[in-house]
């Protein structure tokens, strides 16, 4: 009963008023501050996905014409991506066109659930 009485009285004193919109504007920065993560939050991504297309550029294109990775014994030429993640099936492919292949067993050591290993081409080729 008194807290109803004195409500009035007590908001409208200039302390308290300025209290009041204080914790507004404070409500307000808040809210811009999460916006403001939020958009952060984005460009952080954008950019991880530029770096990660930007790689891919590098290595695909900018240092197979580059002189020193010209070489045809290189085995960064070889790459090429059937089931591995990043082109090593044309490179573990390369490396037994080189050497041979013997008995054709293998461990592959790692691996996930199969849907991206490095020897699951070379398994299917018999």
Do not use: W
Not at 81 to 100: A, P, T, W
């Amino acid at each position: 009963m008194l807290k109803r009485i004195f409500a009035k009285p007590y908001r409208s004193l200039p302390v308290i008023r300025e209290s009041y919109h204080i914790k507004a504007l404070l409500q307000n920065v808040t809210a811009s501050l999460q916006n403001i993560m939020a958009c952060l939050r984005n460009i952080e991504n954008y950019l991880k996905e530029l770096k990660a297309t930007q790689t891919m550029r590098l290595v695909d294109f900018d240092l197979r014409d580059h002189p020193r990775y010209g070489d045809p014994q290189r085995l960064l030429r070889y790459q090429a991506q059937v089931c591995s993640q990043n082109g090593e099936d044309g490179i573990i492919h390369e490396i037994f066109c080189r050497i041979g292949t013997g008995t054709r067993i293998f461990a592959e050591v790692g691996v996930g659930d199969g849907s991206e290993n490095n020897i699951a081409f070379l398994l299917s080729q018999g």
